[in-house]
């Protein structure tokens, strides 16, 4: 199959990964009802067409943190790529520079840091929080001093949601035996992976933290890992630690709540994104798209309003904007065309988005992605389907 859109993607995906490695990227906690509202509140926000207005001059362009973005997109930080194609971080960061967009090393990615600077190009770095905090402050040190544009802190995953799927996938929560037989399942189910990852994609890793991960060697009990050493008891004042050894812009990754919102420009933070980790935390939180307005309301004007969550086309890309997100990040979407097919497909993926992105453009009377507003929206300008906390 020819991919034509992400779901298409995922679709390759399903059939090239192992199960683990599918699920996980796909699921989301509990019963995964944040996940299916993140999705569902864009779909319903209806775009107001407008005809007949010479749309001959487009730019998609933006300009965030002392940098130009070819269009208001990035690659959100994903967790073990390097799982889902052969050193997948540096072929996705590959793709997104070639793309002109920004791509997101995650804290727990199997390539390290400087393996990703010297394949593609210095990435943004996301930051979990780690209770050892001179093996975190050698770690920010390292991702500055190798050029490093953006330090994006993520917030809401003190501790890790409850994920049936990968329980059910046998990926965690059974014995080391019942996880090494489902590997060993999936490895034979699933040859072209196992040739391309499994025995040409060593080491698996988790590489800019290797270093702190002595007890767990398989980047499989990874999960286990981060509940004993992510740090609980982190709050803003954590922020000023992290200026200590980062002196750059630095993003706040998670927060839903235009209170948190305050606190993160109080805490000096130069951009935020809205975020539920694409509902794979607290399910049942309001989708991002919802809690984007208010957030961009109460802050829009201190700091860079970024948002990530069900983003699956152009044209959400553009219902974002619409609602005050100066750029959105893809995380499921890059995922599952790096599982489809390495470096090749998540260049084809970001190319659709972006003409899905210049189609809408055009046919709402939209020339320039920073002057994207709620102009762009007909009538239903506020999702309106799920709104489980108070408005
Ligand atoms: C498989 C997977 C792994 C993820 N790993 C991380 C991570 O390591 N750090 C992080 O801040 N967010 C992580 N996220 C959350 C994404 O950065 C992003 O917030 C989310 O995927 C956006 O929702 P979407 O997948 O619907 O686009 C992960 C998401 C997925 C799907």
């Known amino acids: 199959m020819r991919a034509a859109s992400v779901s298409d993607y995922r679709e390759l995906a399903r059939r090239r990964l192992p199960k683990i490695f599918f699920e996980y990227i796909d699921g989301g906690s509990y019963a995964e009802e944040t996940l299916r509202r993140n999705v569902a509140d864009l779909e319903v926000i209806a775009l107001r067409q407008r005809v007949m207005r010479d749309m001959s ?10 940098q130009t973005l070819s269009m208001p997109v990035g690659l959100a930080p994903v967790g073990m790529a390097g799982m889902y194609a052969r050193r997948g971080e540096v072929q996705a960061a590959r793709a997104a520079a070639a793309a002109g967009v920004p791509f997101c090393l995650s804290t727990v990615g199997v390539c390290s840091v400087e393996e990703v600077a010297r394949g593609a190009q210095a990435p943004w770095f996301q930051l979990y929080m780690l209770k050892d905090r001179g093996y975190m402050r050698e770690l920010l040190a390292r991702a500055k001093d190798l050029g490093c544009p953006v330090l994006v802190f993520t917030v809401d995953l003190p501790t890790p949601g409850a ?50 991960v002595k007890e767990s060697r398989r980047v499989t009990d990874f999960l286990s890992w981060i509940a004993r050493n992510f740090d609980r008891s982190v709050t803003w004042k954590d922020l000023d630690w992290v200026r200590e050894t980062w002196d750059g812009p630095i993003v706040v990754k998670g927060v839903l709540d235009p209170d948190d919102a305050r606190d993160a420009v109080r805490a000096g933070a130069q951009g935020l994104v809205v975020s539920n980790h694409g509902g794979r935390q607290l399910d049942g939180v309001r989708s991002s798209i919802s809690a984007l307005p208010r957030i961009v309301e109460a802050v829009g004007d201190d700091l860079e309003v970024f948002m990530d969550g069900g983003v699956r086309s152009g044209l ?3 219902k974002a904007l619409s609602l005050g997100a100066k750029a959105c990040f893809l995380g499921r979407a890059w995922a599952y065309a790096l599982g489809a097919g390495g ?49």
Do not use: K
């Open 316 to 318: 959400d890309v553009l």
């Open 163 to 212: 994920r049936y799927r990968d329980v059910r996938s046998g990926f965690t929560g059974g014995t080391r035996l019942e996880a090494a037989l489902a590997q060993l399942r999936d490895g034979v189910t699933h040859p072209a992976w196992t040739w391309d990852v499994f025995v040409n994609g060593r080491p698996h890793t988790l590489g800019s933290v290797a270093g702190a």
């Open 343 to 391: 470096e090749a497909q998540v260049a084809r993926m970001l190319a659709t988005i972006r003409s899905e992105l210049a189609v809408a453009m055009i046919l709402t009377g939209c020339r320039s992605a920073r002057a994207a507003g709620p102009e762009l929206l007909d009538g239903l300008d506020r999702p309106s389907v799920s709104r489980p906390n108070r408005s």
């Open 57 to 66: 001059q487009l730019d998609m362009s933006v300009q965030l943190l002392g």
